[in-house]
Every structure is written in structure tokens, then in C-alpha cells.
């Protein structure tokens, strides 16, 4: 019993945290889907979500003792609209100058931007740690817990964490598959040259997907600052890297890979620490990173489609 | 309808048309032949500003389109069916004719797609499958079909028979002369330079960049030089 309980509680953390890695590399899936390229200052959008939330949280709770959901919802408004324009600048800014260069200068270019946003929040909000009050407290028991055996609770922010990913998914789903503006962006992705020769503003559609990804981001970002419980200016750098990791794992493009890389991701690294130890949680994403990328470049569902001539 | 002017077109420092001039007149077919590398897909990409020009006009229906967006060109009027079809292959046939009527409305996505079932049964036997997993005939239908989702005033074809079995060519080439009765426009592109100049009201030769011969479709067939070199005679 003991067992299965640490075993049921080791999985529910790496749900947890694998449904926000997912929502980040959705961001950098859908951008390299069409355009090709890493944006490496993804993870700088995501953790300016985090800092947008905290801000309009703190600044709620100074000036009126108000409803917690609404408090959040704000909070998750303010972040997806500040995130979402971070997102839409840096395309403009950074990436569209460079868009049809060699396929190393938006990479430099996407560095650079997030090195810059990175310094920003630094100089704006200091570099220290931001503590980041949990206001969904509280859970629920699922057995165990007797005699001194593991009791594994799913608390109420997990519980969140996961509907508000489900949303989300399943939100950005019915929009690729369903929309005009979705079925555009499929169609980009996999022929962009054509889809100007329709007369589509391919640009207009590249932007929407910036600005996608950084919404999901900015959700992310309140989501797994609220569960980690402080952030920092630094605390978007390895989510980044993780997501990224997830996209690859997934296969890179693949949408529905994005969502099954971060969720393998995350198992993985809860596993690693419940079993190994918290140390090695990153050598594992990084070492199946390196494996995939070995074994498997084309990830776990980025399958070519098969061309007839 | 269209009037290419002097045009000079550049690939970075290559230029790859010398001052080339080409003019199509409403309803007509005017095919364009040529060898492999002579410019034909860069003259027909010029058209639609991908690459610009670097010198001449290119106008359309009066209107100098030389320096607009390709987005903004495609959108006044002609259509392209490029060279090796570009169908979105994850696409499925219904959504990629909805690419094609993009920026037009739902009633009209509606009527044009009925249109296009009607010129080709077989897309709509086939409006849930993926294009990719299609035959290369069907992939050239459904390009076409894509092409017509805007009711353009001109379409561009660009090897439209590249590829496929003779049968198969044969219904692409009747397609074509149904589109001219419908009053489409037809800029052609041919490697299969007999078919294409048969069906062709008139024709130019375009040869290394240049345009070497320009004659009705009929005089052009029946030239001694045309046949040495294109038509294998």
C-alpha cells in the first residue's frame, strides 16, 4: 500500500508540472511549425507571465480583501494580455528583420532577446526571489496515510493546474482543427511560400501564433509560479529548456506531441526525484533530450507524412 | 490582362531573365515553352512577385503589380497552380480548397467548392482524406481545384502534367480548355510542349532568359526549329 501510494503521489506531481511544460512548449512547437526557427525568449515570455500575475495579485490584495477565483482570473488576464504583446514585439522586433536569413541569425537574434528580457525584469523587479502566495490551498487525501504508511494527496492547485491545462488543450485544439484562422495556420506550417501564392498574409499568421504560444505561456507562468511557490527573473530559463526539451521529445511542430512530450517530461523528472534523487531530475530531461535527439530526431509523434509523386 | 514589360529578374546576383516581354490577352491560352532552366518558373513566379522584378512592369488588368506583395497580387484576381502542386499534404482535399477561397466568404467558399466537385467527382469522393496520401493526378486536380476556389480571372499552370501517366495528362489538358470556355484566362507552362501548343491560342519560346520565338500556338507546332528542339522532330 505504501508503495502504490508514493507511487500514485510521484505521478500526480510529474502531471502536474508536465501539463505547464506542455502549455510552455506548445509556444515553441507551434513557432518552429511555421517559421522554422527556436524562439529562444520564449521562456522570458513565460516568466513575465509569472511576474505580471504576482503583481496584479499583490496589487488586488494591498487594495481590497477581493474573491480569490476573481483575483486569479485578473491576475490570468493581465498575463496573457502582457505576455501575448511581449510575444507580438519580439516577432516584429526581433525576428521579422532577420525572417529569410541564414538559419542561425534569428537564433542569435532570439538569444539576444531573451538575454535582454531577462536583464529587464532584473533591473524592473530586482534578482532576488519573489515569494508567491498559494492562494488555492488545501486538498484532497487518496488513501493511505495509516499507521504511519504515505498518504498521497492531490492538492486543490494540482487540481488546477490540470483543468486549467485541459481547457487550454483542448481550447487550442478545437482552434487548429476548427478555425479559419487555425486551419491558416496548419496550412503555413506545412507550405508557407504556398499559402502566400493564396493570397494569405502569411505574416499575420505568424504573428498569431507568437501570440498564441505567449498566451499559453503567460498561463504557464501563473500556474507553476503559484505551485513553486517564489519566482525570479532566472525562473523562465530552465522552464524554457524543459519545454523545449518536452517539443523535442514530442517532436518538434507536432502540437499534439508538445502535449505528450511535456507530460512525459514531467513523469520523468517526479519519478527521478521520488526514486533517485532531486539532484539527478535534471540530468534525465537533458539526458533523454540528448537520446531522443540520438534515436529518435524526428520525436515521439513528429512523423514525416509519407509524399506520393 | 497581363502584360509583362522588359522584365530583368535576379536570384541575389544571378540574373536569371534578360529582359523578357510577354503579353496575354483576355480568354486566351498562351503557353510558354521551354527547357529545363531557361526561366519558365521564374517568369511565372515574377508574375506573382516572388521574386520582384528588378527592372520592367508588370502590369495586370491595367494595373502595375511589379512591386506588391504576393499576398496582395494573388488576391486581385489570378491563381497559381505551381510547379510540382503544392498540396497541403496534412490538409484534408475540403480543407485545402478552403485555403484556396481564404479571403473570400462562406457562401462564396460554398458555391466555388460545388463548383470544383463538379469539375472533379473525384475530390469529392475523397473531401475528408489527407492530400498527402492522394495519387499525383488527384494532387493536380486538387491544386487546380484550389486554384479556382477565388473565381480568378487568370490561372497560372505550371507543369501541370509533370509526373503524371498519359491518361491522367489527357484529362488535366481537357480541364484546361474547359477552364478557357468558362472565360478563365490561361497562362501555361509546359515541358510536354505538343499538348501544350496544341491547346494554346498562342505560345512563346523562352530560351536561357530570353524569349527566342512568340506565334500562335498552330505556327509555333509546325516550325522547324520549335520541332528540333521541343517536340523531338
Known amino acids: 500500500m505504501h508503495d502504490v501510494m508514493y507511487f500514485l503521489q510521484q505521478l500526480i506531481n510529474g502531471l502536474t508540472v508536465g501539463s505547464a511544460y506542455a502549455l510552455i512548449a506548445i509556444g515553441y512547437t507551434m513557432v518552429y511549425g511555421i517559421i522554422g526557427m527556436i524562439n529562444f525568449a520564449h521562456g522570458e515570455i513565460y516568466m513575465i507571465g509569472a511576474y505580471v500575475s504576482l503583481i496584479v495579485i499583490t496589487g488586488l490584495a494591498v487594495t481590497s480583501p477581493a474573491w480569490i477565483p476573481l483575483v486569479l482570473l485578473v491576475a490570468l488576464i493581465c498575463a496573457i494580455i502582457v505576455s501575448s504583446s511581449m510575444g507580438w514585439a519580439v516577432e516584429r522586433i526581433a525576428y521579422r528583420p532577420v525572417r529569410g536569413q541564414h538559419r542561425l541569425i534569428p537564433l542569435i537574434s532570439a538569444i539576444g532577446m531573451s538575454i535582454f528580457l531577462q536583464n529587464y525584469v532584473h533591473l524592473a523587479q530586482g534578482s532576488r526571489n519573489i515569494g508567491f ?42 482552434f487548429i482543427s476548427r478555425s479559419k484562422t487555425g486551419r491558416a495556420c496548419r496550412a503555413v506550417s506545412q507550405d508557407l511560400k504556398m499559402s502566400s501564392l493564396l493570397g494569405i498574409d502569411t505574416n499575420r499568421i505568424i504573428t498569431a501564433t507568437f501570440v498564441i504560444g505567449a498566451s ?50 514531467g513523469v520523468a523528472e517526479s519519478f527521478t526525484s521520488g526514486y533517485l534523487s532531486s539532484e539527478y531530475k535534471d540530468v534525465v530531461s537533458f539526458g533523454l533530450l540528448i537520446l531522443i535527439l540520438l534515436f529518435r530526431p524526428t520525436g515521439l509523434l513528429g512523423k514525416p507524412e509519407v509524399e506520393k509523386i | 490582362m497581363l502584360v509583362l514589360e522588359n522584365i530583368h529578374t535576379h536570384y541575389g546576383k544571378i540574373e536569371a531573365l534578360h529582359g523578357v516581354s510577354v503579353e496575354i490577352q483576355k480568354g486566351e491560352i498562351v503557353s510558354l515553352i521551354g527547357a529545363n532552366g531557361a526561366g519558365k518558373t521564374t517568369l511565372l513566379m515574377t508574375v506573382c512577385g516572388d521574386p520582384q522584378a528588378s527592372s520592367g512592369r508588370v502590369l495586370f488588368k491595367g494595373e502595375d503589380i511589379t512591386h506588391k506583395p504576393t499576398a496582395q497580387i494573388m488576391r486581385s484576381g489570378i491563381a497559381i497552380v505551381p510547379e510540382g502542386r503544392r498540396v497541403f499534404p496534412g490538409l484534408t482535399v475540403e480543407e485545402n480548397l ?24 473525384r475530390l469529392k469522393e475523397r473531401r475528408n482524406q489527407r492530400a498527402g496520401t492522394m495519387s499525383g493526378g488527384e494532387q493536380q486536380m486538387l491544386a487546380i481545384g484550389r486554384a479556382l476556389m477565388t473565381k480568378p480571372e487568370m490561372i497560372i499552370l505550371d507543369e501541370p502534367s509533370l509526373g503524371l501517366a498519359p491518361l491522367i495528362i489527357k484529362q488535366i489538358f481537357e480541364i484546361i480548355s474547359t477552364l478557357r470556355d468558362d472565360g478563365i484566362t490561361v497562362f501555361l507552362v509546359e515541358q510536354n510542349a505538343k499538348q501544350a501548343l496544341k491547346l494554346a491560342d498562342r505560345g512563346y519560346v523562352l530560351e536561357t532568359g530570353r524569349i527566342r520565338l512568340e506565334d500562335s500556338g498552330a505556327n509555333l507546332l509546325a516550325n522547324e526549329d520549335v520541332q528540333k528542339a521541343y517536340l523531338g522532330g
Open chain 1, 133 to 174: 502566495p498559494l492562494l488555492i490551498e488545501g486538498g484532497i487525501s487518496l488513501g493511505g496515510g495509516e499507521d504511519g504508511t504515505f498518504q498521497a494527496n492531490l492538492s486543490y492547485m494540482q487540481l488546477t493546474i490540470f483543468i486549467v491545462t485541459l481547457i487550454c488543450m483542448t481550447g487550442l485544439s478545437l
Open chain 2, 98 to 121: 478552403h485555403m484556396g477561397g481564404f479571403f473570400t466568404s462562406k457562401q462564396e467558399i460554398r458555391k466555388s467548392q460545388d463548383h470544383v466537385f463538379e469539375l472533379f467527382p
Open chain 1, 216 to 265: 499559453l505561456a503567460a498561463v504557464a507562468g501563473l500556474l507553476l509560479g503559484m505551485y513553486y511557490g517564489s519566482i525570479d527573473p532566472l525562473f523562465g530559463f530552465i522552464a524554457g529548456l524543459k519545454a523545449f526539451t518536452a517539443a523535442v521529445l514530442g517532436g518538434i511542430g507536432s502540437i499534439p506531441g508538445a502535449m505528450l512530450g511535456g507530460l512525459v517530461l
